[in-house]
């Protein structure tokens, strides 16, 4: 039986299975129902800000609509159940719908989504991701409709439909593929619907991907590219087991509320951070501005202040914070702070437009070693922890 047939011959089973509160247990790696396996990590609260609540998110997953292993009617119950607050669903779209989403499917993910959504409580997401073999893959929340190599098959295209529908987009595992979104090119109109680049994807750090074969970091092309975009993790789980694995990416999110429309506000502002460790709360302040926004600064001191927490399990933990700014292949990092997890962190670096736009906090664990280092001797050779959305200069 191929894996369409089992969608379609199972789905009121499976709805079934998948319904909150059902008696289902979680088996070969599938919650459904079972109650959160999460450690409660670090209360939900900023020490450093207000109006918000930090709620955890995992905006790429994939089911058997497209290359996935799972049944679709399992996986928000899954992501629910492992501690998240925020999940989506975003399978591939192809050319003719080949081992990608169909319109039927498309409308199925819409139906799960809206099934599984309870506002204030749980935000479940419709997405897709458009997939092209050497452009890269683009993830895109917040539409109606979905569009497809047919449809777009350029980078071009594919920012003017985003535009005219409204949605939001971010780069997905970022220099993966050869062209790399056509190395960034900058598209101003499309400057506010890409919203993310995916820093942690799986159990990888992008920040140096494609550097040892002559590559610049995919964070220093995107964003000395134009591009404002924050910084997320994701697990693109593929297997059955949502929301569960740890060390894969996550996204903490700073909402107002946990509905759509907070979500939306909060992804828009870039009002969030990368990380691969569950629990994980992370709150930056520059010159008294959040991460995600705008220094009206061209040069002078920046007094940074830094939330960094997960919870009783890392208390005292020590920590890095690296000063990132851009460099030339690769970020120049221009200072680095210990820290300690469970304490809010003060420090002052000066910062001179002249030497670039943007500016991002990395957070690492000096006792481990990045699985995927850049130039000998730098300082993000260190196992990240996590990444603040940028901060940008302007004049």
């Known amino acids: 039986?191929?894996?369409?047939?089992?969608?379609?011959?199972?789905?009121?089973?499976?709805?079934?299975?998948?319904?909150?509160?059902s008696a289902w247990a979680r088996t070969a790696g599938v919650a459904t129902g079972a109650a959160p396996v999460r450690a409660t990590g670090a209360a939900r609260a900023s020490a450093i800000s207000q109006g918000t609540t930090l709620v955890h998110a995992d905006l790429h997953n994939h089911t058997l609509m497209s290359d996935g292993d799972g049944d679709p009617?399992?996986?928000?119950?899954?992501?629910?159940?492992?501690?998240?607050d925020v999940a989506a669903l975003t399978d591939h779209t192809t050319l003719f719908a080949v081992n990608g989403l169909s319109r039927s499917e498309w409308n199925r993910t819409g139906q799960l989504a809206d099934a599984a959504n309870q506002p204030g409580t749980y935000t479940a997401l419709r997405g897709f991701e458009w997939s092209h073999p050497l452009l890269g893959h683009v993830n895109v929340?917040?539409?109606?409709?979905?569009?497809?190599?047919?449809?777009?098959?350029?980078?071009?295209?594919?920012?003017?439909?985003?535009?005219?529908?409204?949605?939001?987009?971010?780069?997905?595992?970022?220099?993966?593929?050869?062209?790399?979104?056509?190395?960034?090119?900058y598209k101003a109109a499309m400057r506010d619907q890409m919203v993310g680049l995916e820093m942690f994807n799986r159990g990888d750090d992008y920040l140096f991907d494609g550097w040892s074969s002559g590559q610049s970091s995919p964070l220093n092309a995107c964003l000395n590219a134009g591009w404002r975009t924050g910084l997320t993790g994701v697990t693109d789980e593929h297997g059955t087991d949502w929301g569960h694995p740890e060390g894969k990416g996550r996204t903490g999110l700073w909402v107002a509320e946990n509905t759509r429309n907070g979500v939306l506000a909060a992804m828009r502002s870039r009002n969030f951070f990368a990380t691969r460790v569950s629990g994980?709360?992370?709150?930056?302040?520059?010159?008294?501005?959040?991460?995600?926004?705008?220094?009206?600064?061209?040069g002078?001191?920046?007094?940074?202040?830094?939330?960094?927490?997960?919870?009783?399990?890392?208390?005292?933990k020590p920590l890095r914070i690296q000063v990132l700014r851009p460099g030339n292949r690769a970020p120049e990092v221009v200072d680095v702070i210990d820290a300690e997890a469970g304490r809010v962190t003060e420090f002052t670096v000066p910062m001179d437009l002249a030497d670039g736009s943007w500016v991002v906090l990395r957070?690492?664990?000096?006792?481990?070693?990045?699985?995927?280092?850049?130039?000998?001797?730098?300082?993000?050779?260190?196992?990240?922890?996590?990444?603040s959305s940028p901060w940008w200069l302007t004049a």
């Open 141 to 185: 929340w917040y539409t109606g409709d979905f569009t497809d190599l047919g449809g777009s098959s350029s980078m071009s295209r594919l920012y003017d439909w985003i535009t005219a529908t409204g949605g939001i987009s971010g780069f997905n595992h970022p220099g993966r593929e050869l062209l790399r979104f056509n190395d960034f090119a």
């Open 1 to 21: 039986m191929n894996r369409r047939a089992l969608i379609a011959g199972s789905g009121g089973l499976l709805m079934l299975a998948a319904t909150p509160g």
């Open 363 to 387: 957070v690492s664990d000096p006792t481990r070693v990045n699985d995927s280092p850049g130039p000998s001797g730098h300082p993000c050779n260190d196992w990240g922890v996590a990444y």
């Open 280 to 298: 994980l709360r992370l709150d930056a302040t520059a010159a008294g501005v959040r991460m995600g926004g705008t220094l009206p600064l061209t």
């Open 300 to 316: 002078g001191d920046v007094r940074f202040v830094v939330d960094l927490d997960r919870g009783p399990e890392w208390a005292g």
């Open 73 to 84: 009617a399992l996986a928000f119950e899954s992501m629910r159940s492992a501690g998240l």
